[in-house]
């Protein structure tokens, strides 16, 4: 446990962490300039910079399940790197970009793929074109809940990358099977409700919209979907060749990965998190290669951290602090 961070007095449990700030911060922090690229498969990555002095650090940021560049977190996140006088670029994952002029209106992507926890492909294609274009600029990565288990399973996939400096991940969901189980339970489905939500119009949209997908997707069961486990068995698995949600959770979980990573990589997480059992935590941490150090505080609930102290959203200014450090 790491001794550092104390939860704020009036946010005693992890429910109340988790959902604060998504209630209470602005997702109107930091001016983006957008940038529309093409994939090599003929659709679209919508990336939001953040821009500043030409050849300064640049944090590139993954979003969570169902976020974007405009999400509370991430907004939280690049406003803390624009104070270091760093620069930023949020990857919006297929079929999560938002219109700046309307923040509730997804844009679509042209291809039936969309996203899952694991496919790292448009990350890597996002990190070389930027690392190409600014060969002497640092860069550094930061992922967030789904966003963090992509970086850890590309580092992994990656161990002798020159790209990324060094590297974070926030509240990171290491074992999908296990995540998927616990939010069965208790209050979880009460997180899983909202999420499913659109993640199921987004299955029955790529369906609606292209043959190919509808002949992969079983749109009943989709539509009958309560838990992730039925949804992505319906529906995330059989689009992106995965035989089965277990199949699914087994080659993307970045516990698998974390092993192989030999880049400098801060994993933050709570013991409390509504979306993992503790015990992932200390299986991912005993996991870990000697470049990878966990830091996982008693409270804090899923990307949370909000605390007593000056540093009111502990975890931000945690991530930029070692991103910084040489």
Same mark, same amino acid.
Request: aromatic share 8%.
């Given at each position: 446990?790491?001794?550092?961070?104390?939860?704020?007095?009036?946010?005693?449990?992890?429910?109340?962490?988790?959902?604060?700030?998504?209630?209470?911060?602005?997702?109107?922090q930091?001016?983006?300039?957008?940038?529309?690229?093409?994939?090599?498969?003929?659709?679209?990555?919508?990336?939001?910079?953040?821009?500043?002095?030409?050849?300064s650090?640049?944090?590139?940021?993954?979003?969570?399940?169902?976020?974007?560049?405009?999400?509370?977190?991430?907004?939280?996140?690049?406003?803390?790197?624009?104070?270091?006088?760093?620069?930023?670029?949020?990857?919006?994952?297929?079929?999560?970009?938002?219109?700046?002029?309307?923040?509730?209106?997804?844009l679509?992507?042209r291809?039936?793929?969309?996203?899952?926890?694991?496919?790292?492909?448009?990350?890597?294609?996002?990190?070389?074109?930027?690392?190409?274009?600014?060969?002497?600029?640092?860069?550094?990565?930061?992922?967030?809940?789904?966003?963090?288990?992509?970086?850890?399973?590309?580092?992994?996939?990656?161990?002798?990358?020159?790209?990324?400096?060094?590297a974070?991940?926030?509240?990171?969901?290491?074992?999908?099977?296990?995540?998927?189980?616990?939010?069965?339970r208790?209050?979880g489905?009460?997180?899983?409700?909202s999420?499913?939500?659109?993640?199921?119009?987004?299955?029955? +949209?790529? !369906?609606r919209? @292209?043959?190919e =997908?509808? %002949?992969?997707?079983?749109? #009943? $069961?989709?539509?009958?979907? &309560?838990?992730?486990?039925?949804?992505?068995?319906? +529906?995330? !698995?059989?689009? @992106?060749?995965? =035989?089965? %949600?277990?199949?699914?959770? #087994? $080659?993307s979980?970045?516990? &698998?990965?974390?092993?192989?990573?030999?880049?400098?990589?801060?994993?933050?997480?709570?013991?409390d998190?509504?979306?993992?059992?503790?015990?992932?935590?200390?299986?991912?941490?005993?996991?870990?290669?000697?470049?990878?150090?966990?830091?996982?505080?008693?409270?804090?609930?899923?990307?949370?951290?909000?605390?007593?102290?000056?540093?009111r959203?502990?975890?931000?200014?945690?991530?930029?602090?070692?991103?910084?450090?040489?």
């Open positions: 446990m790491d001794p550092e961070f104390r939860p704020a007095w009036w946010l005693p449990g992890p429910h109340l962490q988790t959902a604060w700030g998504r209630l209470a911060r602005s997702r109107r930091v001016r983006f300039r957008r940038e529309v690229l093409e994939t090599p498969d003929g659709d679209e990555l919508v990336l939001d910079h953040l821009d500043g002095t030409a050849g650090p640049r944090l590139l940021l993954l979003h969570g399940l169902e976020g974007s560049s405009y999400s509370v977190y991430a907004q939280g996140l690049l406003a803390q790197a624009q104070r270091r006088g760093w620069r930023g670029t949020a990857i919006n994952f297929r079929s999560c970009a938002v219109d700046p002029g309307q923040l509730s209106l997804r679509p992507n291809r039936p793929r969309l996203y899952h926890s694991g496919e790292t492909s448009d990350f890597d294609f996002a990190a070389r074109t930027i690392a190409a274009r600014e060969p002497g600029a640092r860069l550094a990565a930061a992922g967030v809940s789904l966003g963090g288990n992509v970086l850890l399973k590309w580092l992994g996939e990656n161990r002798d990358q020159r790209i990324l400096a060094r974070a991940a926030i509240s990171t969901p290491y074992d999908l099977s296990a995540g998927s189980r616990h939010l069965e208790r209050l489905p009460l997180y899983v409700r999420l499913l939500s659109s993640l199921r119009e987004k299955a029955l +949209a790529a !369906a919209n @292209h043959p =997908a509808a %002949a992969r997707i079983d749109i #009943e $069961r989709s539509r009958r979907a &309560r838990t992730f486990r039925e949804f992505d068995d319906a +529906a995330t !698995a059989p689009l @992106h060749g995965f =035989a089965s %949600a277990e199949d699914y959770y #087994e $080659r979980s970045s516990i &698998r990965y974390l092993g192989s990573i030999r880049t400098p990589t801060l994993c933050l997480s709570a013991a998190d509504p979306f993992l059992p503790a015990e992932v935590l200390e299986r991912a941490s005993a996991a870990a290669s000697p470049a990878v150090r966990f830091v996982i505080t008693s409270r804090g609930g899923h990307v949370g951290f909000v605390s007593s102290g000056k540093a959203y502990w975890a931000e200014k945690l991530v930029l602090d070692w991103l910084a450090d040489e």
